[in-house]
């Protein structure tokens, strides 16, 4: 009968607790501001990519591809070189993408990006040619099928070109505008602006080698300038963190015609798909 009553005794204690932390908002609600603002970061990230039997390439020329990920949107990949590797991707429709690939053996990802089907995943390792050019010749040839159970699969996660984490500065300052914010509309509105306002345009940086294609959110958060991918990948890994479907489009700038450009294309529930470019905003 002890028993029972002793049982009864620490239920209500426990149901009590719990009803206290929901009347206080949570445990988080009791951390200090910064505190809860890395937790609401930390929580945004809803996909973070991972591998399923990758090791880091250690040896030179060692590469391998992990095609496990296509009902995700993604595949992962390593390469360890002293020459430049690209990746050639050719997607189900025969559209090439061609990425840059860290050739120090880090895990690196890339998206699915053309829908569902059979992808060919192609490693190229840069040579030299008879004359002295540039020349890329082939090192792995793989496949993935991609079966996303939605298109927006590949534009949600971090990859090797919009990169970030939980730990992220551009994640923290999104969980920061964004808090208590649920319409994505007014979320993409205050990361446009948030962009806007921290950046400023460099052209010089377009003519910087170490610059490369891959960009680093948060580097170009703290650097406070940059080109139009600059600001591109910038708005996208902050609103991915967030939960809003963002692709990164390359084309030519309406204001400007002949001019390459990139910006924002990102997905609401209300609105579609629909074009944000913080570059010209």
């Known amino acids: 009968m002890n028993k029972k009553r002793s049982a009864i005794l620490s239920g209500w204690i426990t149901l009590c607790v719990l009803c206290a932390l929901y009347i206080s908002g949570g445990p988080e609600a009791n951390l200090p501001e910064g505190d809860q603002l890395r937790a609401a970061s930390v929580s945004a990230i809803r996909y973070l990519p991972v591998y399923s039997y990758l090791t880091r390439a250690e040896a030179y020329n060692s590469y391998a591809v992990d095609t496990a990920h296509g009902s995700e949107g993604y595949i992962a990949l390593t390469a360890k070189s002293s020459e430049p590797i690209k990746l050639k991707l050719i997607s189900p429709g025969g559209v090439e993408r061609i990425y ?3 050739s120090t053996g880090e895990v690196a990802y890339y998206p699915l990006s053309d829908g569902n ?3 060919s995943v192609q ?8 004359d002295g050019s540039d020349l890329y010749s082939r090192v792995l040839l793989e496949s993935c099928e991609a079966a996303l159970p939605d298109e927006f699969q590949p534009y949600m996660r971090p990859s ?7 730990y992220s500065e551009c994640v923290r300052e999104a969980a920061r505008l964004c808090a208590g914010e649920s319409d994505d509309n ?3 509105s205050l990361i446009g602006r948030y962009v806007c306002d921290k950046l400023r345009y ?3 940086l377009s003519y910087r080698e170490d610059q490369g294609f ?3 959110p948060d580097a170009i958060l703290a650097r406070g300038t940059g080109t139009c991918l600059d600001y591109a990948v910038l708005s996208a890994a902050m609103l991915r963190s967030q939960g809003i479907p963002t692709k990164v489009v390359y084309g030519e700038a309406r204001q400007a015609t002949g001019s390459s450009h990139a910006w924002n294309m990102v997905y609401s529930s209300s609105r579609g798909w629909f ?7």
Do not use: H, M, Q
């Open 202 to 204: 460099d052209s010089s």
């Open 160 to 166: 090797t070109y919009v990169w970030f984490t939980g």
């Open 123 to 130: 490693l190229l390792r840069r040579t030299e040619g008879a």
């Open 186 to 188: 007014v979320k993409a």
């Open 214 to 216: 891959i960009r680093d």
């Open 100 to 102: 840059n690939v860290p």
């Open 117 to 119: 089907g059979l992808y």
């Open 275 to 281: 074009r944000l470019d913080t570059t010209f905003a």
